[in-house]
């Protein structure tokens, strides 16, 4: 060891520590690092309870240390636990002193650190090849940190006489050892060797007047009595109740936060509010459990961390600030095993020096200095490090390779002068004898341990997701552990921490990541491994390596493994750690969120429980059956009643927004105490209850499972009922989360309601129970009646008051989040409840509109007209009410889209007032347009226009604008139609009425967009036509009737020809529309042939009888278009069998559902005479003409009469269709002279 290269004086003096004289402990961490080419170790004191080292007292030659000093057996700080126990340094162990370590330093327990143990024990372990002493330790995993305990099976037997306990393991002991073998009793020279080393320590600190004698009143035996009583003492049999103090311990929190970190920390303060002697009520005895060391280091040997405790006294002087006082009989030379000792010592406590104090008989000869490297090349005492060191490393991979098992208590057993070494599982055995937990009385410390490494860890995995996988482990094999009904506080809060470890409400982060299984309750697998981590294993075990579940030999056939000779230890990686100690972070992560929130329900449910068995008032409560299904009503909304359901909705809200203020005092229904540790554990159970239920019931929404989500949120809002019932005080998250609850609620009822057709699936789904839903509800009932949220979860039949309680829940969720104690929480929440109000609002308007709409269609529907009807007048009300309310809601969130839909449903019913209002002359017939129709189809075209106006432009949402922009153009044109078909002329002059049918058909034009490609396109074209078509009809009506003006005759022919013209392109464009067409032609041609009428000169009339002929000969395209209808028809009439006998019905109707039949036969009937009457005139107009007629003249009149003659000896009576095929005939004879080919017709 070059522990000397360091420079003195650095390590100890970098140290700035408080002397301890009031007893108060002080941590700090110091290090010293040493290592030569030989063996690697660093030192670092994590905690110690002396002053810095202060020089020792160098006593005078023929000092005799048989006598006692002045300050001998007084408390020292120097000395600690050293000097008051008359033992030199610690000799023996308590049997939970790893655990006391592990308690104050859980930091590094699981993962950083491989062994935690007294150095004695360590010491112990490293010399087994060397030692022929027995070796007996308890070995316990958490995690890869392996704790060692000294086992005293002597002193366990006779404590266990009294109880009766441990009697198997006696039997099985006796069978393993010599029955005649008996602890020796220790001899009066070492009782003298250890009074004579305490002695001397005293006399070696500096002042109390140190080295001054007293009188020897200390007689040999009393200081053996003293000495036994120091000795190491067995706690008492766990098997105590946790105690009042236990029951009633409060946490200090007044009210319970949603926030994870918040809850954790509730749970993890579970043993940290109590000391352990509290937790473990075991009194005096208890001090096992309580890390008493002077000091605790994190000592690294070569590549194994441990955590060691120390009592070995230092003090400063020499070359060095820190040595080691050792006390020798001249007369004994060192041998390897104290040698060992010695530099074990050293190096654990980074004590560069040794003094020796050789005595003879007590009377002090001499000092002499040793460096710490070379101890072990003493005379005697001389030892190979690196042997040493292979040791440690091929003990501490035997250990790790057969302790796999958490929660298990090992043996590592030697007999006194034997070369084998065993290990047992002292749990399994115990297992297999039927005797219970409590008969090993390290169940409990090795629970706690488990429990607390999880805590830790826990608050790191908010940051760390990798040690998931471990917390599971670690709290499976806790509560695997412990009993119940003794220890329920930790098992309620070891299944809310599991509860916790599945994330609810975010994606798993490992996209690929599925069920593995990453930490089973017993033990880590090795296929679990990371690769990351297989670097740091060894890859196989040795070929020769001997430590098999052999059982050749009768005592081995119990032993887990066996080292066969202890010199195998001493052989460089003779045995290699083949098990994986560290856990891998796998961690049963399923993509199904279903799964997830079923694991979280399961672990609320154990935890529940734990809790209700430890509450003592049974008996008061009403008997339930937690295997009879809770019913879950369904009722008609008729049976309800507008009373009851009224009720219900003031229930929903004083639950929602008015929070109980101020705590409880008084015990709950079940008998809890509030603020008891039962009391903040339902609290966190029932709220985790609740999400779970929340994510199940949003995941079936997602599926349309509605029925499902119905249930799975009335269990959500049961949890939260009953949490309310327990708490005092409600945090704002809590709140918030309520309200998301509400919200999700509504969105149910909604979809339900919307979905009416599915009832019986829903009513299905919604009254399934699962067996672990009716346990969770019998713990609620346990608290609360859970009523409150009935009327928003329960499953009606009627949809309007699903409508109605889906409105409802929306606005408690509102009213939540505007409530005081969550006004000032900044959140995207309110945003969205309040565009579900618009929506539900909206729904409500349009579920009422329809109510109306359905009336008025059947009042039609009887054929009788009566005026508007009350209920109309209530639905038209309800339906503006709801509309208007929706528009606020969108506008408080500036959704101007959604405003824009709201002002076009309000436009809509304006349109159904409007309907209902027509008026109804004395015959039952449609009489003149009434003002009330004029006012309500105004009061629609404003809000259309206000929707265009909230949306601005079509880049903002282009389906809602060409949606708005449709229904304002077709309400002009309705508008505008309805004035001119049913002109209120009693009221109005003619010339008022056409000014306002001619302002309301361009308005309507103006909104129709022929120019966009869209599915509205042709339906645009085909209004823009007729629109063209009405103007110009009324424009001809007032040409014909108008007398005296000429201006504005004149006006009316060019605005008719204008808009006829127009018409007959866009009908034209159409294809589809041959009727229209033929008759606006029609119309053309009388409005061509009035004009005539009028004319004197026969040069003038002939040229407007050319005129109207050409427009004639443009019929030949309509009727084209309707002898191809007529041909297709034809043809799907003669081919029955092409089509299935099924589809047949649709083929008949489908050609006449696309042509008019009556209106073709009454636009011929219009037609024939017209086009016989233009020819006749033509042939008389051009026979009776004075100019010499020219060739083309003459050509023209000789087709004139051709076509005429062929047109009067037509077949009347033939099938329309050949019908039909002659006019096309004889418009083609005509249409070459006139020069109106299809290329020269407008189109």
Not at 468 to 488: A, F, I, M, S
Not at 825 to 831: R, Y
Request: with cysteine; net charge negative; hydrophobic share 35%.
């Amino acid at each position: 060891m070059s522990s000397g290269d360091s420079e003195p004086g650095t390590p100890w003096d970098s140290v700035k520590e408080e002397p301890t004289g009031s007893g108060e402990n002080s941590k700090h961490e110091s290090a010293i690092c040493s290592g030569n080419t030989e063996i690697k170790s660093c030192a670092v004191v994590k905690y110690s309870a002396a002053p810095p080292p202060t020089s020792y007292a160098l006593l005078q030659e023929k000092t005799d240390l048989k006598l006692p000093p002045a300050n001998w057996l007084r408390e020292n700080p120097q000395l600690g636990s050293a000097g008051t126990t008359i033992l030199g340094s610690s000799s023996k162990s308590k049997p939970f002193s790893s655990f006391g370590m592990a308690y104050e330093f859980i930091d590094c327990i699981g993962d950083d650190v491989d062994v935690v143990s007294d150095s004695e024990n360590i010491k112990k372990l490293l010399k087994i090849p060397y030692s022929k002493s027995h070796v007996s330790m308890a070995v316990h995993r958490v995690g890869r940190t392996l704790l060692l305990d000294e086992l005293d099976i002597q002193e366990l037997f006779m404590r266990s006489s009294q109880t009766g306990d441990w009697t198997w393991l006696k039997e099985f002991y006796q069978r393993l050892i010599d029955e005649k073998w008996q602890r020796k009793k220790k001899s009066k020279e070492h009782w003298y060797q250890r009074a004579i080393l305490s002695k001397f320590l005293y006399y070696s600190i500096n002042g109390d007047g140190a080295a001054e004698p007293v009188p020897d009143n200390l007689n040999e035996g009393e200081v053996e009595n003293e000495a036994e009583e120091f000795s190491s003492s067995w706690p008492t049999s766990f098997t105590s109740t946790p105690s009042d103090a236990e029951e009633s311990d409060a946490a200090k929190q007044e009210s319970v936060s949603l926030d994870s970190n918040f809850a954790l920390g509730q749970v993890t303060s579970v043993l940290k509010e109590q000391n352990l002697p509290t937790l473990f009520n075991e009194g005096e005895n208890s001090q096992g459990l309580r890390n008493d060391f002077v000091r605790n280091i994190m000592w690294t040997f070569e590549d194994i961390h441990m955590l060691v405790g120390s009592n070995m006294p230092i003090f400063g002087g020499g070359r060095y600030p820190a040595v080691s006082l050792r006390l020798r009989d001249n007369n004994k030379p060192i041998n390897i095993l104290t040698g060992i000792d010695y530099w074990l010592d050293n190096l654990m406590c980074n004590v560069p020096e040794l003094v020796m104090c050789f005595h003879v008989n007590g009377i002090v000869q001499k000092y002499e200095m040793i460096k710490t490297e070379d101890i072990p090349h003493l005379e005697n005492s001389n030892f190979s490090t690196r042997v040493v060191k292979d040791i440690a490393q091929n003990i501490l991979s035997f250990l790790k390779s057969n302790c796999t098992k958490e929660g298990h208590t090992y043996w590592l057993f030697k007999a006194s002068g034997s070369d084998i070494v065993k290990l047992y599982d002292l749990t399994t055995l115990c297992e297999e004898a039927e005797e219970g937990k409590c008969q090993n009385p390290f169940t409990l410390p090795v629970a706690v341990l488990l429990y607390r490494v999880a805590s830790n860890l826990m608050l790191k995995a908010r940051q760390n997701r990798k040690h998931y996988g471990t917390v599971r482990t670690l709290l499976l094999n806790c509560v695997k552990l412990l009993d119940q009904e003794r220890h329920p506080q930790i098992i309620a809060s070891a299944h809310y921490m599991l509860s916790e470890l599945f994330q609810l409400d975010e994606p798993p982060e490992d996209g690929g990541e599925s069920l593995r299984a990453g930490g089973s309750e017993d033990s880590y697998s090795d296929e679990d491994r990371e690769e990351d981590e297989e670097a740091e294993l060894t890859e196989d075990s040795d070929e020769n390596g001997s430590y098999s579940n052999c059982s050749n030999p009768q005592d081995d056939s119990k032993a887990v493994a066996v080292i066969r000779s202890v010199g195998e230890l001493s052989v460089p990686e003779k045995y290699k750690s083949t098990h994986q100690i560290r856990p891998s972070g796998a961690f049963p992560v399923s993509q199904d969120k279903e799964e997830r929130c079923r694991h979280v329900l399961s672990y609320v449910l154990k935890g529940l429980k734990a809790v209700d068995g430890s509450i003592k008032k049974e008996s008061d409560l009403p008997a339930a059956d937690p295997n009879t299904p809770i019913p879950l009503k369904y009722e008609d909304r008729n049976a309800i009643g507008a009373c009851a359901s009224e009720k219900g909705i003031s229930l929903l809200l004083e639950r929602a927004v008015g929070p109980m203020q101020g705590d409880q005092k008084h015990p709950t229904r079940s008998g809890m105490i509030p603020g008891s540790w039962q009391h903040h554990m339902k609290l966190q159970l029932f709220l985790k209850a609740s999400k779970a239920y929340y994510v199940l019931s949003d995941a079936a929404t997602n599926l349309l499972k509605y029925g499902r989500a119905l249930r799975y949120i009335k269990l959500s809002l049961q949890c939260y009922d009953a949490y309310c019932s327990v708490s005092g005080t409600l945090h704002s998250q809590v709140l918030q989360f309520h309200s998301q609850c509400l919200s999700l609620c509504g969105d149910i009822q909604l979809m339900l309601a919307q979905n009416a057709n599915n009832r019986a699936a829903y009513l299905e789904e919604y009254s399934y129970q699962t067996k672990e839903d009716q346990e969770i509800l019998h713990s609620l009932h346990r608290e609360s009646s859970c009523q409150a949220f009935n009327m928003a979860t329960d499953l009606a039949m009627d949809p309007e008051y699903q409508l109605f309680v889906s409105s409802k829940c929306y606005e408690a969720a509102y009213e939540l989040l505007v409530s005081e104690a969550l006004k000032d929480q900044e959140s995207d929440q309110l945003a969205q409840v309040l565009r579900r109000l618009g929506n539900i609002r909206n729904e409500m308007g349009v579920f009422y509109m329809n109510q109306a709409a359905a009336m008025q269609t059947e009042k039609e529907g009887l054929s009788v007209k009566k005026s508007v009807s009350v209920a109309e007048q209530e639905m038209w009300k309800k339906s503006f009410s709801f509309f208007e309310k929706g528009l606020k809601d969108f506008e408080a969130i500036r959704d101007s889209t959604n405003s824009a839909l709201l002002l076009c449903n309000t436009g809509r019913l304006m349109r159904i007032c409007a309907q209902a209002h027509c008026a109804i002359s004395v015959d039952q017939s449609r009489g003149e347009f009434s003002p009330e129709e004029a006012l309500y189809y105004n009061k629609a075209i404003d809000y259309y226009l206000r929707a265009m106006r909230s949306l601005a432009s079509r880049a903002n949402h282009p389906a809602v604008w060409d949606s708005v922009n449709w229904e304002l153009s077709t309400t002009y044109f309705t508008l505008a139609t309805l004035l001119q078909d049913y002109a209120p002329l009693s009221r109005k002059a003619q010339e008022q009425i056409e000014r306002e049918v001619t302002e309301a058909m361009m308005k309507s034009l103006k909104y129709c967009d022929i120019q966009t490609e869209s599915a509205r396109q042709p339906l645009y074209q085909y209004r823009a036509a007729t629109i063209h078509h009405r103007l110009a009809s009324m424009y001809h009506s007032c040409f014909r009737n108008q007398v005296g003006d000429e201006h504005l005759r004149k006006q009316h022919r060019s605005l008719a020809e204008l808009h006829y013209s127009k018409a007959v392109c866009l009908f034209l464009s159409l294809k589809d529309a041959p009727c229209e067409l033929l008759r606006t032609l029609l119309e053309r041609v009388a409005f061509a042939e009035f004009t005539m009428a009028g004319q004197s000169s026969s040069g003038a009339k002939l040229k407007s009888l050319t005129g109207a002929l050409e427009i004639m000969t443009e019929t030949r395209q309509a009727f084209q278009l309707i002898h191809n209808e007529l041909e297709e028809e034809q043809v799907e009439l003669s081919e029955p069998h092409a089509a299935d006998a099924a589809q047949s019905p649709d083929v008949a109707t489908g050609p006449t559902s696309g042509l008019n039949l009556q209106e073709v036969m009454k636009l011929i009937g219009v037609f024939e005479p017209s086009f016989s009457f233009l020819l006749l005139q033509l042939i008389k107009l051009m026979t009776t003409m004075k100019r010499k007629p020219s060739n083309k003249d003459e050509e023209l009149l000789k087709t004139y009469k051709n076509v005429y003659s062929k047109l009067l000896r037509a077949e009347k009576n033939a099938p329309l269709l050949s019908r039909v095929s002659v006019y096309i005939d004889l418009l083609q004879q005509l249409t070459p002279q006139t020069g109106s080919d299809d290329t020269s017709t407008p189109s």
